[in-house]
């Protein structure tokens, strides 16, 4: 099993609140050789937790961010990786949320026994759709979470009332809703109104029997 040494976890730190560091000046920073940073740093880059960025040295990706949050007890760490998250995954919902989403993420790896070097953090959608057969151990947070990544990633309906939805089947070829955005509820899971329930009622009647 893959786990991280003190010098990456310090690593992953200072890249998260510097943004971009060369190996050198990460040395100058902590007082670690710049041999051992340099090692460190590939080593880094060879788990797909940072990567390198020319002349300007290396920083973090998605996937950095996350399992740092994991592995980090520092506050102000935490905090910075949802904001470098937000905005390395594009998503425009609620940076609080992402807290809830990820300590979820970490509750359900650990009942599955994974560990989470095994996931592909840098695509949000993957995530969802590993947690999306998961709501019943999920906080109400974290599902508006995934809602607001499946609405930003699959094709959506408009409806007359302006909300949106994506509509999926079953196994049996019947629609229903994966997801959808409300103009008054918000954004939600397998969320019916009466404008999606007509629309569903309209669409099973056209498919063939």
Request: with cysteine; aromatic share 10%.
């Amino acid at each position: 099993m893959i786990r991280l040494e003190p010098n990456d976890i310090l690593v992953l730190e200072e890249l998260i609140l510097y943004i971009q560091l060369t190996s050198y000046r990460f040395s100058k920073l902590t007082g670690i050789s710049n041999a051992t940073a340099w090692r460190t740093f590939n080593r880094l880059v060879g788990l797909g937790l940072v990567k390198r960025e020319d002349k300007r040295g290396f920083s973090i990706t998605a996937r950095g961010a996350i399992i740092l949050y994991l592995n980090t007890s520092k506050g102000n760490v935490r905090r910075r990786c949802l904001s470098v998250l937000k905005k390395l995954w594009n998503y425009d919902g609620d940076e609080e949320k992402l807290k809830y989403f990820l300590e979820d993420v970490d509750k359900v790896l650990k009942s599955m026994n994974l560990s989470p070097f095994v996931i592909c953090f840098n695509q949000p959608v993957t995530i969802a759709t590993m947690l999306y057969n998961k709501q019943d151990e999920l906080r109400e947070e974290t599902k508006e979470v995934i809602a607001n990544i499946l609405i930003n990633f699959f094709p959506s309906i408009d409806l007359r009332n302006g909300c949106k939805a994506i509509i999926s089947y079953d196994n049996n070829g019947k629609p229903y809703v994966l997801a959808a955005k409300c103009k008054r509820e918000g954004i939600k899971l397998r969320y019916y109104c009466p404008e999606i329930s007509k629309y569903l009622s309209v669409t099973n009647a056209e498919l063939p029997q």
